[in-house]
């Protein structure tokens, strides 16, 4: 029996190809990184092909500081946030 004060089950991140797509329709080219999760909220780490980064698409947030080199092309595109990088 669970308790009532429990919260539902978030609905979960999928993958579609080569996209990872979250419930509210956000999508970040990538994959799945099951094993890991964000410390903060408990979803699947998403890995963002396009960053070389992992992020959480539940806290659009990068779960890994940028590198400290300023000719890194992954770091320097990267948005303050991931999900403002869709659309
Ligand atoms: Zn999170
Ligand atoms: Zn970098």
Redesign the pocket.
């Known amino acids: 029996m669970p308790r009532p004060d429990d919260p539902p089950d978030p609905p979960p991140l999928v993958e579609r190809g080569e996209w990872v797509v979250a419930p509210d329709g956000a999508r970040v080219l990538g994959w799945l990184e099951v094993e890991e999760r964000?410390a903060?909220?408990g979803?699947p780490q998403v890995y963002a092909v396009a960053f070389d980064a992992r992020l959480?698409m539940?806290?659009n947030?990068w779960l890994e500081a940028a590198c400290d080199d300023d000719e890194c092309d992954y770091c320097r595109r990267r948005p303050a946030r991931p999900l403002d990088a869709a659309g």
Request: one cysteine or more; aromatic letters at 0%; a positive charge.
């Open positions: 964000c903060g909220c979803a959480c539940r806290c947030a």
